[in-house]
């Protein structure tokens, strides 16, 4: 099955520096790479995805790239606020039957210190 | 915007007890899902429903773990005979299509003493 590994588990960064969190996976028939942000106590919710077919995607401070070849892709924060601190999890889903079954990385925590 | 809903938030059992959990998806969803939390760890798979049917199961969906759409809108998720292990936030999750952004509920978190 699908192995996904993300790091740092831990980023500590100052109001206003960017942050780049990054995830690796396994299973060359992943095509699907969501990112989703996990305040304490609450849902996770999904901040930006991308599929296969592209390398980038871009939605205000919030990127996400992607390189297929060496199986991995990352997601980077400018401008970072306070706000932006939650724990972080990326995942990648295999089209499987026709679903998509996410696997999840253990999760980052970015705190963003004012 | 339209939301998952879960019932309860919170749900405190004894071992042994059979507990369900349960789950209001986004009314044009067609796809729905659990996965679990253990505190401080990663999200898990538990299993894929669709068209009133299992599509899918991770290995922790054993036998003492069942889902059910008893009706047009809930989705539930009954644990038989709780063991400690089993304490964990669940999350029920819903998607339009089958190749959809999958939409998280706030979760119920499970206390098995």
């Known amino acids: 099955g699908e192995n996904v590994e993300q790091h740092p588990s831990t980023l500590s960064v100052q109001e206003g520096d960017s942050a780049v969190i990054k995830c690796t996976y396994s299973?060359?028939?992943?095509?699907?790479f969501p990112w989703y942000k996990q305040e304490l106590g609450k849902r996770p919710q999904l901040i930006i995805d991308i599929r296969s077919n592209v390398g980038e995607k871009k939605d205000q401070r919030i990127a996400v790239t992607l390189n297929k070849t060496a199986k991995h892709f990352s997601l980077h924060i400018t401008e970072t606020q306070p706000e932006d601190s939650a724990v972080y999890f990326c995942a990648a889903s295999p089209s499987s039957g026709g679903s998509y079954i996410p696997t999840f990385g253990r999760g980052t925590s970015l705190i963003v210190h004012p | 915007e339209p939301e998952v809903t879960q019932t309860p938030s919170h749900q405190v059992t004894q071992m042994g007890q059979e507990v369900i959990l349960r789950c209001v998806p986004i009314?044009?969803?067609?796809?729905f899902y659990w996965y679990r939390q253990i505190l401080g760890q990663k999200v898990e798979f538990l299993v894929s429903?669709?068209?009133?049917?299992?599509?899918?199961k991770s290995e922790i969906f054993d036998d003492q773990f069942s889902v059910e759409r008893p009706d047009g809108s809930n989705f539930t998720l009954k644990i038989r005979s709780t063991k400690l292990e089993d304490s964990a936030m669940y999350f029920c999750?819903?998607?339009?299509?089958?190749?959809?952004?999958?939409?998280f509920g706030p979760g119920t978190r499970l206390l098995v003493l």
């Open positions: 009314s044009n969803h067609l796809y």
């Open positions: 299973d060359s028939a992943s095509n699907y």
């Open positions: 999750a819903s998607s339009e299509g089958n190749q959809e952004t999958q939409y």
């Open positions: 429903f669709y068209n009133n049917e299992i599509s899918e």
